[in-house]
C-alpha cells in the first residue's frame, strides 16, 4: 500500500491542515440519533431474529422480510406484526440444505447460499434453480461461501457479489485475489473483483476472526467498500482504481492474535476474546453515509473479569467518505436500510416477545 506523505509539499500540508483542524467531528451517544422505534413480534418458535431485513411493498403496502431457520418471516410495516412463515425444505426437489449462509429477498424471488450453490426460490417455497459456485485454485485451497450464517451479498446491476471468506488465512493467501465474486445466475457469466489482504496480516495467520472481512456497495458513487478487521482504513475499489480511506476511531485499537490448540486429530483456533477488531461496513443510501462497526473493547465475560470497560463505536463516513461522527453503541448490533432511514437492532427493551429496532436520524449529526 502506498501512503500519502505529509501532502507531498510542506506549503501544500500547510494548506492541508486548517481543512483537518476545521472539521467538526461529532462524539456522540446512539439516543442522541433516534427519532423512532420499530418493534417486531416474535414468537416462541423463532430464537433469533438479526438484522438482516430486506424492505419490499406489494399492492399498496410496506413490509419487512427475514429468512431465519428455514423460514421467511413476514412482517407489516411499520406496524411489525407478523403476518406470514413460509418454511422452506431441506432435502427434496424444493430443498436448500441443512446450512444457508445467506440470503437476498427481491421481488417474489429468493437467492440463497447453500453447499456452494446458488439457489432461487420464490418466497412461496418453490426451488427454481440451482447453479454452482465456482471452485477456487490451488492457491485459494478451497471455496468458502459459508463461513459464517450471514455472508452478506449485494447486487449491482444483474449480477451479485459473495464474498469468499477464509475460515482462517494461510500464507499462501496473502497473494491470493479473487476474493469477491460478482456472477449472473441467469447468463451464467462471473467475473472476480481482485484485492488482496495487506501483507502485514502474515502477523495473524490461524486466526479465525482476522481472516473475515466485510464488503458493501455504495450505489451512488459504483464503488465496493472492503472493511478488514485489523486495517484502521477500509479499501474503495471502483472500476478504474483502489484506494484506502481512513476510518479509525480515536481511541487505539489493539489487535490481537488468538492462538491454536491441538485436541485429538483436530486443531482448534482459539480468538483472542480481549482483542479489538472492525467489524460490519454498510452503506446506507438515503443519508449516503458509509457506517463501519468498530469494536474497540469487546463487551463479553473476559474483558468484564479484566476490569475492562466495553467501548463498541459507529463510524459515520459522509459521502466523501470524511468521518464525521463517532456514535458509542450499548453493544455489538446490527441494522438494515428502509426508504424511511437505517433501522439499528437494540433488543429486547419491553419484552422477550418482541424485537425493537431504532430509526436513526443522520441528519442529527449537523444540524
Known amino acids: 500500500?502506498?501512503?500519502?506523505?505529509?501532502?507531498?509539499?510542506?506549503?501544500?500540508?500547510?494548506?492541508?491542515?486548517?481543512?483537518?483542524?476545521?472539521?467538526?467531528?461529532?462524539?456522540?451517544?446512539?439516543?442522541?440519533l433516534i427519532i423512532d422505534t420499530l418493534y417486531l413480534e416474535k414468537d416462541s418458535t423463532t430464537r433469533y431474529l438479526g438484522s438482516n431485513f430486506a424492505f419490499f411493498e406489494k399492492e399498496g403496502k410496506e413490509y419487512l422480510s427475514t429468512f431465519q431457520s428455514h423460514k421467511l418471516l413476514t412482517?407489516?410495516?411499520?406496524?411489525?406484526?407478523?403476518?406470514?412463515?413460509?418454511?422452506f425444505e431441506i432435502e427434496g426437489p424444493d430443498g436448500i440444505g441443512s446450512y444457508v449462509s445467506g440470503s437476498f429477498l427481491e421481488d417474489s424471488l429468493i437467492h440463497f447460499l447453500s453447499n456452494g450453490k446458488w439457489i432461487t426460490a420464490t418466497t412461496t417455497g418453490k426451488v427454481l434453480s440451482r447453479v454452482s459456485l465456482p471452485e477456487a485454485g490451488a492457491d485459494r485451497q478451497a471455496s468458502n461461501y459459508s463461513t459464517f450464517p450471514s455472508n452478506p451479498i449485494s447486487k449491482i446491476g444483474t449480477s451479485y457479489l459473495v464474498s469468499d471468506l477464509?475460515?482462517?488465512?494461510?500464507?499462501s493467501m496473502l497473494g491470493y485475489e479473487n476474493w469477491l465474486l460478482k456472477f449472473d445466475p441467469k447468463t451464467s457469466t462471473q467475473e472476480y473483483v481482485k484485492f488482496k489482504y495487506p501483507d502485514y496480516y502474515s502477523g495473524f495467520m490461524d486466526d479465525s476472526v482476522f481472516g473475515q472481512y466485510s464488503q458493501t456497495y455504495n450505489s451512488e458513487k459504483n464503488e465496493i467498500l472492503i472493511s478488514f478487521p485489523a486495517t484502521d482504513s477500509i479499501l474503495v475499489i471502483s472500476e478504474s482504481s483502489q484506494k484506502w480511506i481512513s476510518a479509525t476511531p480515536i481511541e487505539k485499537m489493539n489487535f490481537l492474535k488468538g492462538s491454536t490448540e491441538e485436541r485429538g486429530e483436530y486443531i482448534a483456533f482459539l480468538p483472542n476474546h480481549s482483542?479489538?477488531?472492525?467489524?460490519?461496513?454498510?452503506?446506507?443510501?438515503?443519508?449516503?453515509?458509509?457506517?463501519?462497526?468498530s469494536i474497540v473493547i469487546p463487551k463479553n465475560k473476559l474483558t468484564q473479569e479484566e476490569g475492562k470497560i466495553p467501548l463498541i463505536k459507529l463510524l459515520v463516513l459522509d459521502e466523501n467518505y470524511q468521518k464525521e461522527a463517532e456514535v458509542t453503541l450499548p453493544d455489538e448490533l446490527g441494522g438494515f436500510n428502509t426508504p424511511k432511514g437505517y433501522y439499528m437492532s437494540i433488543g429486547y427493551t419491553r419484552t422477550e416477545d418482541e424485537v425493537a429496532f431504532v430509526l436513526i436520524d443522520f441528519s442529527k449529526i449537523n444540524p
Open 275 to 293: 482483542s479489538s477488531m472492525h467489524a460490519l461496513v454498510h452503506y446506507e443510501p438515503l443519508s449516503k453515509k458509509t457506517l463501519r462497526y
Open 1 to 32: 500500500m502506498r501512503i500519502l506523505l505529509s501532502c507531498f509539499l510542506f506549503s501544500f500540508a500547510f494548506s492541508c491542515s486548517p481543512v483537518e483542524k476545521s472539521r467538526d467531528l461529532k462524539m456522540l451517544d446512539l439516543s442522541d
Open 75 to 87: 412482517y407489516s410495516f411499520p406496524e411489525g406484526k407478523l403476518i406470514s412463515k413460509q418454511p
Open 166 to 171: 477464509p475460515y482462517v488465512l494461510k500464507e
